[in-house]
């Protein structure tokens, strides 16, 4: 298929000492909104720092694919440029780093995206504008003292800024307040709307998905993608949670 | 001589050519190396001194004999031999006051350095020694009217107006026999600046000297004698680089500043010697009522450091304000900090510092804080935050303090950090090589210092962060 934009296939991964992903495969097209969801603890923020690259997993089998490149061994900054975005859940703080020329180094580094200062500058105003940022956050120090909320709109500023073909949110709405969750909801819609780039929205909250249009949802339980389905699958799980798939895995888990 | 065309710019562009070219030193006068009463005599008849300097020489120079070498309580300075140092190498050229007069390779060096753009652009005035000697020396003409001189201590030591005050203040504040390499640099001390400001007058724009040392295997040993009177304002700029040599290079500077009562002064430094370099100076400032002192520090160079700028908070109710940053490299040895005596009543002091160590270098901070018995309600704050870049190399702080007035509260802390994955993978993801994220958090971390200093010169050492992180120099 031409249009899969990200494949992993048979991935197994961990840490050193602890394996926590198991023959995983999932294949995401391009402009397809997913969701990936499952109880805390079940590795999806792991899947989520595999496909972006993070050093601290090891990938023990399988591949990953991204615009039909096998990128299993690039490092995250290729991935990045290649077009995969990771929004954190929890951002990190960089001290001294303004914000804004932060931005502007990592837009730099992206042909497709050249501009002039002048249109970089209008550009950021823009998005801060959609996001209900003030212009004073961009003086500020990167992440630095900013509530979770402010945080998550920063990874949303950066998300439109940098318009990548799959955006990875892991858990980008837990601890918001309404008004956050509203902001980021329309981050989202911009994303999809300007972008046209697809979405993996990790979380165990269905409720930034009630704006979503969702092509395909995943459960992932103990490590293990246990159930895929159409977006219908997660009234499923709000009504009924997650304990039917933890069971039906436990039980098959017998053979590992 | 590794001449190249290329300019200085003050973009983020990075060469260490900017600072590794050397000129020959083909026709310069040049003094045998070591330490003799027939040396100082010849340095001080050639700059045709009065009686009471030439006394004070041979003094100092009795004195650095008679010292025993400091006990071993910081990097080790065995490399450096004073039988292999020449105390005077001077480029035979008188001192201009247009750069058009200035012989063309020492013109290139500055140039390249980019000191008479700085000049044209921001600058009040300029001085700029190369090796021994004050090759240029040039004030604005409107600064001049407000009274304020700034010229070699030569020269005032030649006018009859300037000689006493010299006289006066010269050696007081560091005396000849506060330590080994004191007494040394008063025996063989040539160039560096005299500055004066007239009660009152704010000098809008910085002055700056630049010293720089081209000839291997010598010394530099220039003394900066800043006199701010009452309410007067300054802001001097001191940068410092050489080119590097494999014979070891020895820099001994004495810097006093007399900051009079209401008066503020701020003096920046950029270093950068090369790896071949003793950097052993001595700075201190002696503060007034009320005033001000305000340094801002940036230490990348030398082989060997040992540098504690002091202030003597004199007056009551005066303030010192101290920033600093530190990186040590491979083989370096960087041993830095800061003195404050606060002896006047309700005196303030904050010092801030930063250090980076890297690639098996070392970076120890030392600070004292003493604060006398009449000092009531004196506040001092001392912070030191260290990042280590790797397992090999080493940063320790060793902060002293001696408080003799029961209302004074003197606080001290101390950080030592790593860059976290964690940091390094965000920064990634959004498209940074792994050597751009370090470049960033480094640089974030210099930044509260680096925002002290005029743009240039922030751009300058942001240039120098990323020069060091890239691993370029040998």
Not at chain 1, 114 to 135: C, N, P, Y
Not at chain 2, 100 to 118: M, Q, S
Request: net charge negative.
């Amino acid at each position: 298929m031409h249009d899969t934009l990200l494949r992993v296939s048979g991935i197994n991964a961990g840490t050193e000492d602890k394996p926590i992903l198991h023959d995983i495969d999932l294949a995401v097209g391009a402009g397809e909104t997913h969701v990936l969801m499952g109880p805390n603890g079940a590795g999806k923020s792991t899947l989520g720092r595999v496909i972006m690259g993070d050093p601290a997993y090891q990938v023990n089998s399988g591949t990953i694919e991204f615009g039909g490149e096998d990128i299993t061994d690039e490092a995250a900054d290729k991935r990045s440029l290649a077009g995969i975005f990771l929004s954190y859940q929890a951002p990190v703080e960089v001290p001294g780093v303004p914000l804004y020329s932060y931005l502007r180094t990592i837009t730099q580094k992206r042909p497709e995206l050249k501009m002039t200062a002048r249109k970089f500058r209008a550009r950021v105003g823009e998005i801060a504008d959609q996001l209900d940022m003030s212009g004073s956050f961009l003086t500020r120090e990167l992440n630095v003292g900013f509530s979770g909320g402010e945080k998550k709109k920063i990874e949303m500023l950066q998300l439109l800024l940098l318009r990548p073909k799959l955006a990875i949110l892991d858990e980008t709405d837990s601890g918001l307040d309404v008004d956050a969750l509203s902001v980021v909801s329309r981050g989202i819609e911009a994303y999809r709307a300007d972008c046209g780039g697809a979405l993996l929205v990790i979380t165990h909250n269905t409720r930034i998905l009630e704006r979503l249009s969702v092509d395909r949802t995943h459960v992932m339980v103990q490590g293990r993608l246990v159930a895929e389905g159409p977006a219908s699958l997660i009234d499923d799980i709000d009504a009924h949670g997650f304990e039917q798939f933890e069971r039906a895995n436990a039980s098959g888990g017998d053979r590992a | 001589m590794s001449e190249r065309t290329e300019k200085r710019t003050q973009v983020a562009d990075v060469d260490r050519s900017l600072y590794d070219f050397t000129y020959s030193e083909e026709g310069y006068e040049r003094y045998d190396d070591g330490l003799t009463p027939d040396i100082v005599r010849a340095i001080s008849e050639k700059k045709d001194e009065p009686e009471w300097m030439l006394a004070m020489r041979l003094a100092a120079l009795d004195t650095y004999h008679a010292k025993e070498m400091a006990p071993n309580w910081g990097p080790s300075i065995a490399g450096l031999d004073m039988d292999h140092i020449s105390t005077y190498v001077s480029p035979r050229t008188k001192q201009a006051k247009s750069w058009d007069d200035v012989p063309d390779d020492i013109k290139n060096t500055f140039e390249r350095l980019g000191i008479p753009e700085a000049e044209r652009e921001s600058l009040a005035g300029v001085g700029a020694q190369y090796d021994s000697e004050i090759v240029y020396h040039n004030m604005r003409e409107d600064v001049a009217k407000d009274g304020v001189v700034y010229t070699t201590i030569e020269d005032a030591l030649h006018d009859p107006q300037w000689e006493p005050v010299v006289h006066e203040y010269f050696g007081t504040l560091i005396p000849p026999a506060d330590h080994k390499f004191a007494a040394l640099h008063y025996a063989v001390w040539s160039g560096g600046s005299f500055v004066y400001v007239p009660t009152g007058v704010k000098v809008e724009y910085p002055l700056q000297s630049y010293f720089r040392l081209n000839a291997e295997g010598a010394g530099q040993f220039e003394h900066t004698l800043i006199i701010v009177e009452e309410g007067a304002d300054l802001h001097f700029i001191e940068g410092c680089s050489a080119p590097k040599y494999y014979e070891a290079n020895l820099h001994a500077g004495a810097v006093e500043l007399f900051v009079k009562d209401h008066a503020r002064l701020r003096y920046s430094t950029i270093e950068n010697w090369s790896k071949n370099m003793y950097n052993l100076n001595t700075k201190r400032a002696r503060v007034g009522a009320d005033a001000q002192m305000e340094w801002v520090s940036g230490s990348f160079g030398s082989h060997v450091s040992y540098l504690y700028p002091t202030t003597i908070l004199q007056g009551d109710r005066s303030n010192c304000e101290f920033s600093g940053i530190t990186f040590a490299g491979a083989t370096q040895d960087l041993d830095t900090g800061c003195k404050v005596i606060l002896n006047g009543a309700d005196t303030t002091a904050t010092v801030d510092t930063k250090s980076i160590s890297k690639d098996g270098g070392c970076n120890t901070f030392r600070s004292s804080v003493i604060v006398g018995r009449r000092a009531a309600n004196a506040r001092c704050s001392v912070s030191c935050q260290s990042l280590m870049l790797d397992d090999i190399s080493r940063s320790d702080t060793i902060p002293a303090m001696d408080v003799r007035n029961a209302t004074a509260s003197v606080g001290h802390e101390a950080t030592i950090g790593r860059i976290s994955d964690d940091t390094i993978l965000y920064l990634m993801s959004r498209g940074c090589s792994e050597p751009e994220a370090r470049t960033m958090v480094v640089g974030g971390f210099a930044n509260p210092v680096s925002k002290e200093l005029p743009l240039e010169y922030a751009v300058e050492m942001n240039n120098l962060i990323k020069l060091e992180m890239e691993g370029a120099i040998g």
